[in-house]
């Protein structure tokens, strides 16, 4: 299990474990809080097509998914 900051996550770099469509490596670009001090969703971008997809921040702490930094 990965350790995530939820107050950390903007601009934090992410490797996917099974790359879908030659996307592996990801940013963090956008935050959404449901209330003050609760992270609710964020946007990941696709550094080499731009793809962008919005994912419970939740998902990033299964380390069988994905990893911390760009490997």
């Keep these: 299990m990965n350790q995530v900051n939820p107050k950390k996550l903007l ?4 490797t996917a474990v099974t790359p879908v469509n030659r996307e592996k490596h990801f940013v963090v ?7 003050p001090g609760k992270l609710g969703q964020i946007e ?5 097509t ?11 702490k299964d380390s069988a998914r994905w990893r911390i930094g760009w490997q």
């Design 44 to 48: 990941l971008e696709a550094v080499l």
């Design 11 to 14: 601009d934090s770099k992410w």
């Design 29 to 35: 670009t956008r935050t959404w809080w449901e209330k």
């Design 50 to 60: 731009g793809t962008r997809r919005r994912i419970d921040w939740r998902e990033l």
